[in-house]
């Protein structure tokens, strides 16, 4: 026994003595709100808010400083300000890629999530803007019942070179969300 706990002891520190350090950077958007503009319209800019021209700046900044960096976005993207409105009204037609994705494509983010938002114009509208992203989507917190079963989402290895770690996205939720399909609606 004494001499199996020594050999794992040796293999251990071997072990974490050959380990690199990796430096990551996780920067993190949430609540955009279709608000790409520094113009608002229907609030006035918070004491120390960063507006969202400065958002590309501040990540090139950023990314600049840590070579290893990801970008994830936290939900709230499509609703919540005229532009988002007005994407509603007109619809999105198959190859259409919403105004927001075009902007986050730019970014290139790594991974975004679910916000409660994002299914404010129904599930047809979402999948469509959805398919705009050229970033993987998870879900962790929206739970279909229309057969009572959950739909479970993985994360996608973002392919990054070297190091061959597996990596998780934090998803944080602040409550669960249901979405109960009546008879006229489609869960798709």
């Not at 794992?8 to 790409?36: F, G, K, P, Q």
């Not at 319209?41 to 990801?70: D, F, M, W």
């Not at 479970?152 to 944080?172: F, L, N, T």
Request: charged share 20%; net charge positive; glycine share 8%.
């Amino acid at each position: 026994m004494i001499k199996f706990s020594a050999t794992l002891l040796a293999t251990l520190i071997a072990a974490s003595v050959n380990a690199a350090t990796v430096d990551l950077r996780i920067m993190e958007t949430t609540d955009l709100h279709s608000n790409m503009m520094d113009l608002r319209l229907l609030q006035r800019c918070r004491h120390g808010e960063i507006r969202p021209g400065a958002y590309r700046t501040l990540i090139e900044q950023a990314r600049a400083e840590v070579k290893n960096s990801v970008l994830v976005d936290n939900g709230d993207v499509i609703q919540g300000s005229p532009l988002g409105d007005y994407m509603a009204a007109k619809g999105l037609k198959e190859g259409d890629v919403h105004p927001v994705y075009k902007a986050m494509n730019t970014l290139n983010y790594a991974v975004g999530n679910l916000g409660n938002h994002e299914f404010n114009y129904g599930l047809d509208f979402l999948h469509k803007a959805l398919a705009g992203a050229k970033f993987p989507y998870v879900n962790a917190k929206y739970h279909r019942c229309q057969n009572r079963q959950t739909d479970v989402y993985a994360v996608p290895d973002p392919g990054y070179p070297g190091h061959g770690q597996r990596r998780s996205i934090p998803h944080p939720a602040h409550r669960l969300y249901r979405l109960c399909a009546a008879a006229d609606h489609d869960l798709g």
